[in-house]
């Protein structure tokens, strides 16, 4: 069974950039399709981006689009998102998460990570 750990959210302001990183621990995780989820109190989780095994397909949510960057290090076991031009609306509680079927729903990932909150101030 895949772990994951989320790191790098802070309190950044508006306009800024932020990278997070998020450490698998498993072998089994080169094969998994990765993505990232936020999620605000009060609202459904939101699809933020994903991306193959490989890394060479990519999928964004339309509110992020040509802005966030995911990206994939599997030696290092390792799933980054930078997050440039940041707005107060990205504010929320950043999720890693893996699937073994090639999804952007949430309920197709089964292994995910305790979350790390990201805030953007105006």
């Known amino acids: 069974q895949v772990q994951l750990v989320e ?3 802070r309190l950044v302001q508006a306009g800024g950039s932020l990278r997070l990183s998020c450490a698998a621990a498993g072998r089994a995780f080169f094969t998994y399709r990765m993505a990232w989820f936020r999620q605000t109190p009060g609202k459904e ?3 933020v981006a994903a991306l193959n095994w490989s890394g060479t397909n990519t999928d964004y949510g ?3 689009k040509g802005r966030f960057t995911i990206s994939r290090d599997n030696a290092k076991s390792t799933v980054y998102l930078q997050m440039n031009s940041l707005k107060p609306e990205d504010t ?3 999720y890693c ?3 073994v ?3 952007n729903n949430g309920d197709e990932y089964h ?4 979350g790390t909150q990201v805030t953007v101030s105006s």
């Open 7 to 9: 790191s790098g959210g």
């Open 45 to 47: 989780r939101e699809f």
């Open 62 to 64: 339309d509110s992020v």
């Open 92 to 94: 929320a509680v950043y």
């Open 97 to 99: 998460a893996g699937s």
């Open 101 to 103: 079927t090639p999804s």
């Open 111 to 114: 292994v995910w990570g305790q």
